[in-house]
């Protein structure tokens, strides 16, 4: 052995270990290798920005031995102050997905090769050069939404190939929102809003909790103006004609008829005008607001809309006598036919209730605005056909998949006369169509800068090596775009000297700082001057224009997925695998219809149906629910992929190809629906892969709820019994024990009984936690038909019940081991695998058990789970599993364990520090990630904890606590808002 194979060894701390690899591998990780700032064991933290989305989140990337294994949301970003929701928790597998491109790939002769990456880089300059030199405008490029930094870079490689700037390309631009933005105020933007101030939210099919702008801030902010506060609520409406997950989570959901969202808000602006608001507007645009919707009486706004009176009437009264409401337009990427007239009346709806407009902010802007309309990306496309492009280059941008059929795109992409060149990662259905396929650094391996809004910088750094030897697209733009005298000579020297010209980042310090931060939060930007009063010449010709009723028998509407957005997150399985929170059903694309249009047609839950419009053609598995409105067909955008890797293709359908190209011709904006659709049964059936065992409850307590009257006059919330109606809350506790009720004597916990409580009223049922979760303890992917055979491993599930009284009304509730103080598993295991320890944690020995499964026989809430087999993970996708987690083989059984990973290390600091754990100190993954505060952990045994506090809150109460386990997780009753 020679004197660094020994050093590499004794660096290992463990000989028996290194002598069992002979010869030690190649990727061996020792102290004498480590970088100076990294401690072996100890995770370094990494501030950068999350690019799931264009919303910008702040995120830490924890780094352990040179790989990152957890992603979480930075506490100290503005936009979504330490939180992150599921796709963003599901980052990293993007960067350890085994479909990722290792090299460069060139199409010849219609087959790929593959060939490095400085080969790649040098055709790519040769060609740009080439079309330079034909004249103006050879060169294009379709870009999805970056930095400012990076795209400054983009219009001068451009500029100095003779060819027009970039054109931004998100599949949900927003049209109809910024055009009603710049015709009613003067900016022609995505204004951000301060919805935690408002005291009543009405949302016209605005998704803010899926995937509008930016769901994570919003879903925060949303339950700081929702939440219980001194015995009262406020009042979310949403008036859409099916429910995402946001209309899923209102006081009070108004189901109207598909496109007459217009009418309904007209006729609200109505009822002000006719109570005296808008007095302050000038006298001829009084007049023309009166003379605009002197037609929206009560009686065509309930005609034509669908919606009950009572509710209607409710509406009204809230909404004229709030304080300070705020009126939300249309859904993400959504221009119903009548959409940008919805969205003009929003702004009115918003400016004549609140004058001042308090909580809408045109200074502090979405970067998303900066999306080209849809009109202008179909124009580009025509363009191409014309031959008078020699080369285009698409950045991380995926139209053959995103556009409909029949806007062109893949015949555009097929002309031989244009050299495409993809710079995506992943051999999707647009790199499958360029000639060239040369794939950069992702983001979590470069230096870059992406501001989601106005007034911050969000910065992103490495924050691990590269894994492949792909170059930064920026270094790839200077070394292609210019010829001997490049801005910079990389392009880590351009982003700090941009940030330095226009940032205010110009010096060292404050480089690192912005670093260490993840930005710049403090920006300082003058209040905008640019909003100007609204003029009847701009809102003439379309508010003015008559809304027709739809007359088909069924419409179709797409609808943005939470887990998968635009189709950008279908190749990474967690998102496959954790099902969708509204039907439970993972992997497959049902299609959602109403229980009385499934009955007009003869079809039930799981017939597989013929859907046919005007431009396509499908056929799916259907779900009944009644989330969706009769005379409605929905399905989710995001699957049905044709390529994209082994997780994305051939899994479920994409509802894209039943929409038209066409575009608003007022607005230049797509649409996701289609006025008509025939659907016709087949004679075939799909089981869907549900993880749902029953939608309702069947009477029993596992999700509560009540009324918010009666928690205001309820004097005593004591319950003394021994029934499902009256048994009490008993905390796994001495003091919970009762020799008149209990057969067992209480443990003796030692210092700490780690316990949880979960509010079901701040609980909004978007899975992150379930993500995080997956994501921090190594949890196996069993794909789509193993969860048929129900063998699922998730170890929280978010369960969604249907109220019994109400089957439009649903109560979400996380669902994880209860950590039972009487556990019914530890009593039953012949070899003690499930134990108690001293600090109340029911443990999970995985080296006892032997498979027995009498445990899950005996877990009242099912939530173990059973490995029936060893999970795969591809490599390098073990890169990503946690090192202080065991992964579990086949025969094993798991849960959850309340992460008592992060447990133990916290008793390591409290040790070395010689003192105890601080309540708030350990958090597990789930509560870390939580947009909104719904779950709270710590020590029951401390009584000034928070925790502990809340156990005494009256809506506390114990999942099916009759059957008398002891929970440690406390649930608190979702309260019900009901006017």
Same mark, same amino acid.
């Given at each position: 052995m020679n004197r660094r194979t020994f050093l590499k060894i004794a660096g290992m701390g463990s000989m028996s270990f290194a002598f069992g690899c002979n010869p030690p591998p190649k990727n061996l990780f020792s102290q004498v290798q480590a970088p100076d700032d990294m401690v072996v064991g100890q995770a370094a933290w990494y501030a950068s920005t999350c690019r799931e989305c264009p919303a910008g989140c702040g995120i830490l990337a924890k780094n352990r031995e040179a790989r990152i294994i957890k992603i979480e949301g930075n506490p100290l970003h503005p936009i979504n102050q330490g939180k992150l929701c599921i796709r963003g928790q599901a980052a990293l597998q993007g960067m350890y997905n085994p479909d990722r491109l290792k090299t460069a790939m060139l199409k010849k002769n219609g087959k790929w090769q593959s060939i490095s990456f400085s080969k790649a880089?040098?055709?790519?300059?040769?060609?740009?050069?080439?079309?330079?030199?034909?004249?103006?405008?050879?060169?294009?490029?379709?870009?999805?939404?970056?930095?400012?930094?990076?795209?400054?870079? #983009?219009?001068?490689?451009?500029?100095?190939?003779?060819?027009?700037?970039?054109?931004?390309?998100?599949?949900?631009?927003?049209?109809?929102?910024?055009?009603?933005?710049?015709?009613?105020?003067?900016?022609?933007?995505?204004?951000?809003?301060?919805?935690?101030?408002?005291?009543?939210?009405?949302?016209?099919?605005?998704?803010?909790?899926?995937?509008?702008?930016?769901?994570?801030?919003?879903?925060?902010?949303?339950?700081?103006?929702?939440?219980?506060?001194?015995?009262?609520?406020?009042?979310?409406?949403?008036?859409?004609?099916?429910?995402?997950?946001?209309?899923?989570?209102?006081?009070?959901?108004?189901?109207? /008829?598909?496109?007459?969202?217009?009418?309904?808000?007209?006729?609200?602006?109505?009822?002000?005008?006719?109570?005296?608001?808008?007095?302050?507007?000038? /006298?001829? #645009?009084?007049?023309?607001?009166?003379?605009?919707?002197?037609?929206?009486?009560?009686?065509?706004?309930?005609?034509?809309?669908?919606?009950?009176?009572?509710?209607?009437? /409710?509406?009204?009264?809230?909404?004229?006598?709030?304080?300070?409401?705020?009126?939300?337009?249309?859904?993400?990427?959504?221009?119903?036919?009548?959409?940008?007239?919805?969205?003009?009346?929003?702004?009115?709806?918003n400016l004549l209730l609140d004058p001042k407009l308090r909580l809408i902010d045109f200074t502090n802007r979405h970067r998303v605005e900066q999306a080209a309309k849809r009109s202008d990306i179909l124009q580009f496309i025509n363009f191409l056909h014309n031959d008078s492009v020699d080369l285009l280059m698409l950045n991380n941008v995926n139209p053959v998949f995103t556009l409909p059929p029949d806007s062109r795109v893949k015949q555009a992409l097929e002309t031989n006369d244009i050299f495409v060149v993809s710079f995506s990662n992943f051999m999707d259905e647009t790199a499958e169509m360029a000639d060239l396929v040369l794939p950069v650094q992702m983001p979590l391996e470069t230096w870059d800068e992406y501001s989601g809004k106005q007034l911050l910088v969000s910065t992103l750094q490495p924050a691990m090596g590269k894994m492949t030897k792909a170059s930064n697209l920026g270094d790839v733009m200077l070394y292609a775009g210019f010829e001997g005298n490049p801005p910079a000579k990389n392009y880590k020297d351009y982003l700090i000297a941009d940030l330095a010209e226009k940032r205010g980042i110009d010096s060292e310090i404050q480089w690192v700082e912005a670093l260490q931060q993840g930005g710049n939060f403090g920006l300082t930007v003058k209040p905008a001057k640019n909003r100007k009063s609204p003029r009847s010449k701009n809102l003439a010709g379309i508010l003015t224009k008559k809304i027709e009723p739809l007359k088909s028998d069924l419409a179709f509407a797409a609808m943005p997925s939470i887990r998968f957005f635009d189709g950008r997150g279908a190749n990474k399985p967690w998102l496959n695998e954790i099902p969708d929170p509204l039907s439970r059903i993972a992997w497959q694309t049902p299609i959602f219809l109403n229980p009385k249009t499934a009955g007009a047609n003869g079809i039930k839950q799981e017939d597989i149906i013929e859907l046919q419009t005007e431009f396509g053609r499908l056929e799916a598995a259907v779900y009944l629910s009644e989330l969706v409105i009769a005379g409605l067909a929905v399905m989710s955008i995001g699957q049905g992929h044709t390529a994209y890797g082994r997780y994305a293709r051939d899994a479920g359908l994409n509802p894209i190809t039943l929409l038209s190209a066409g575009i608003n011709p007022d607005s230049g904006g797509a649409s996701l629906n289609v006025a008509e659709i025939t659907i016709k049964k087949t004679d075939r059936t799909q089981k869907l892969a549900s993880t749902s065992g029953s939608r309702t409850q069947h009477g029993r307590t596992f999700a509560l709820s009540v009324k918010l009257a009666d928690l205001q006059k309820s004097t005593s919330h004591h319950r003394e019994g021994l029934t499902m109606e009256n048994f009490p809350l008993t905390l796994p506790l001495p003091e919970?024990?009762?020799?008149?009720?209990?057969?067992?004597?209480?443990?003796?916990?030692?210092?700490?009984?780690?316990?949880?409580?979960?509010?079901?009223?701040?609980?909004?049922?978007?899975?992150?936690?379930?993500?995080?979760?997956?994501?921090? &303890?190594?949890?196996?992917?069993?794909?789509?038909?193993?969860?048929?055979?129900?063998?699922?491993?998730?170890?929280?599930?978010?369960?969604?019940?249907?109220?019994?009284?109400?089957?439009?009304?649903?109560?979400?509730?996380?669902?994880?081991?209860?950590?039972?103080?009487?556990?019914?598993?530890?009593?039953?295991?012949?070899?003690?695998?499930?134990?108690?320890?001293?600090?109340?944690?029911? &443990?999970?020995?995985?080296?006892?058990?032997?498979?027995?499964?009498?445990?899950?026989?005996?877990?009242?809430? /099912?939530?173990?789970?059973?490995?029936?087999?060893?999970?795969?993970?591809?490599?390098?996708?073990?890169?990503?599993?946690?090192?202080?987690?065991?992964?579990?083989?086949?025969?094993?059984?798991?849960?959850?364990?309340?992460?008592?990973?992060?447990?133990?290390?916290?008793?390591?600091?409290?040790?070395?520090?010689?003192?105890?754990?601080k309540d708030g100190e350990v958090t597990p993954a789930c509560v870390q990630t939580c947009p909104t505060n719904a779950l709270v952990f710590g020590s029951l045994m401390d009584r000034q904890s928070r925790v502990r506090k809340l156990t005494d809150d009256p809506r506390a109460y114990q999942a099916i606590g009759y059957v008398n386990t002891k929970p440690a997780v406390i649930y608190l009753k979702k309260v019900t808002h009901e006017i």
């Open positions: 880089e040098s055709i790519l300059k040769v060609r740009a050069a080439e079309a330079a030199q034909k004249g103006a405008n050879r060169v294009r490029m379709l870009t999805e939404i970056v930095g400012n930094s990076l795209m400054n870079l #983009f219009a001068a490689t451009l500029q100095n190939l003779n060819s027009r700037p970039p054109l931004v390309f998100e599949p949900f631009a927003y049209e109809s929102i910024k055009t009603a933005n710049e015709k009613v105020f003067g900016v022609d933007g995505l204004a951000s809003y301060h919805m935690d101030q408002a005291d009543i939210l009405v949302s016209f099919g605005a998704d803010f909790l899926d995937t509008w702008l930016s769901p994570v801030e919003y879903a925060w902010k949303f339950k700081a103006m929702h939440a219980l506060r001194d015995g009262n609520k406020n009042l979310f409406f949403q008036i859409s004609p099916c429910q995402t997950l946001t209309g899923a989570n209102a006081d009070h959901w108004l189901a109207c /008829k598909p496109g007459s969202e217009s009418v309904i808000a007209l006729g609200l602006v109505r009822q002000a005008l006719d109570i005296g608001k808008g007095k302050f507007l000038p /006298k001829s #645009f009084q007049e023309f607001l009166n003379k605009a919707t002197a037609p929206y009486s009560q009686d065509m706004v309930l005609e034509q809309s669908g919606i009950p009176l009572v509710l209607y009437e /409710k509406l009204i009264i809230q909404l004229m006598g709030a304080r300070i409401p705020l009126v939300l337009g249309t859904g993400t990427g959504a221009s119903d036919p009548n959409g940008l007239q919805t969205n003009l009346a929003v702004n009115l709806l919970g024990y009762d020799p008149k009720r209990d057969f067992y004597p209480p443990h003796d916990h030692e210092n700490y009984r780690w316990g949880m409580v979960v509010d079901l009223d701040k609980c909004i049922g978007c899975g992150a936690c379930a993500a995080a979760c997956y994501a921090e &303890n190594n949890i196996g992917i069993v794909e789509v038909q193993r969860v048929l055979e129900g063998r699922e491993m998730g170890w929280m599930s978010i369960e969604r019940y249907h109220s019994e009284d109400d089957m439009q009304k649903l109560t979400f509730l996380p669902m994880m081991c209860q950590h039972c103080d009487n556990a019914p598993c530890e009593s039953v295991c012949p070899v003690y695998a499930p134990h108690h320890s001293k600090e109340g944690l029911n &443990n999970q020995i995985y080296n006892r058990c032997i498979g027995t499964r009498f445990c899950v026989q005996n877990c009242p809430y /099912k939530v173990r789970r059973f490995n029936w087999y060893d999970w795969k993970w591809p490599e390098p996708m073990n890169l990503q599993l946690n090192p202080d987690v065991t992964v579990r083989s086949k025969g094993v059984m798991e849960k959850c364990s309340f992460c008592i990973q992060r447990i133990k290390a916290a008793h390591n600091d409290a040790k070395n520090e010689k003192r105890m754990i």
